[in-house]
């Protein structure tokens, strides 16, 4: 008896010492790729940046779109191992009043440098340079082969980033996936068969441009005489990111003797002050950016220093105002010496 108590006593201090040490383990928090403004980043190993919409027309709803609103990446398990992951949230689209129905939020696929991808393809990996290789192709393909049907033919094409795979003695099926440069699927083709299957076409995604904008005085004259002015930032309508809305998140900063200032919210109007520089032609040299890069633009100003006060410093005002001084005390007592000899 006494021993099955031991085993007991033993037994329950090791599940309490694991269950007590899982709570004293310090937790982690993954990395999360989030929309944060001009300062966005892409998601690690892919094109995508959080906040895009990528618009589909799907053969299987003729009255509605299909978005994918890039959500946020992390670094999640698909299946198979940790890769970075795209997720995206799922939105109908009504073609007629544009309304919005929610779906899902769905990871889309991963990518991990070891594993290689996983996913639906609806978004490649793609290399340093921006693109999409052969070699990612051939990874992707390899995954789709490896969980689905097993296909007769198939075949990848880096002069149109497609994917093909395709029977000639079962069924005749043939499914295509076709690709931008930068892994974003712009067509999903089936054909063959008695049954027809769904196919989709993007419709619209992101232009990912860089702000486009220009800049002047703030009354638009380029020959100044004062040495404080105001800048006034124009910059062109965009919605670079296609979710509909007007772009805003923009940030600035101005070349001020030969230091870039730091990145700023934009104001209405940017205070400069010339009054370090001598007169002549000068450059004004200013940067935009949003989440896709950085533009710069520069005018030239003829800039005319003002003069020093009237050309009298505080000391010449003092020494002005003693000579006067003397000068009274001088006139002052030539005129009692005048008077003096009168009487």
Not at 92 to 111: D, F, H, P
């Amino acid at each position: 008896m006494k021993k099955f108590n031991l085993k007991k006593i033993v037994l329950i201090g090791f599940f309490s010492i694991t269950i007590f040490s899982a709570f004293l383990t310090p937790a982690t928090t993954a990395q999360v790729w989030t929309y944060n403004g001009a300062n966005t980043q892409p998601i690690p190993h892919f094109s995508v940046y959080p906040s895009e919409w990528y618009v589909y027309n799907d053969t299987r709803f003729p009255q509605r779109y299909i978005v994918e609103q890039i959500s946020h990446g992390n670094i999640s398990d698909y299946g198979i191992g940790n890769g970075y992951s795209v997720w995206t949230d799922n939105y109908y689209k009504n073609k007629t009043s544009g309304e919005l129905e929610y779906i899902s939020t769905t990871n889309l696929g991963s990518w991990n440098d070891s594993i290689g991808y996983q996913g639906y393809g609806f978004f490649l990996p793609v290399e340093d340079d921006g693109k999409v290789s052969q070699s990612i192709l051939d990874n992707v393909l390899s995954y789709f082969l490896d969980n689905s049907v097993k296909w007769e033919h198939n075949q990848t094409d880096i002069n149109y980033y497609s994917i093909s795979t395709w029977n000639t003695t079962i069924n005749n099926f043939f499914i295509r996936y076709n690709y931008t440069d930068r892994g974003i699927q712009t067509k999903y083709l089936i054909w063959g068969g008695v049954i027809p299957f769904p196919n989709r076409t993007i419709v619209s995604w992101p232009a990912q441009l860089p702000p486009e904008f220009s800049f002047t005085t703030e009354d638009g004259v380029l020959n100044i005489n004062s040495a404080n002015i105001k800048l006034n930032v124009s910059i062109v309508d965009a919605d670079n990111n296609n979710n509909g809305i007007t772009d805003t998140d923009y940030l600035y900063r101005i070349l001020i003797d030969s230091t870039w200032t730091n990145w700023t919210t934009l104001p209405a109007l940017i205070d400069y002050d010339l009054s370090s520089i001598p007169s002549g032609s000068h450059q004004i040299t200013v940067e935009v950016k949003n989440m896709y890069g950085i533009t710069q633009e520069q005018i030239i100003v003829q800039y005319t220093a003002p003069p020093p006060d009237n050309g009298i410093s505080g000391y010449s005002t003092i020494l002005i105002s003693i000579l006067l001084f003397f000068s009274a005390s001088i006139i002052l007592f030539r005129h009692r010496k005048k008077s003096k000899y009168r009487k």
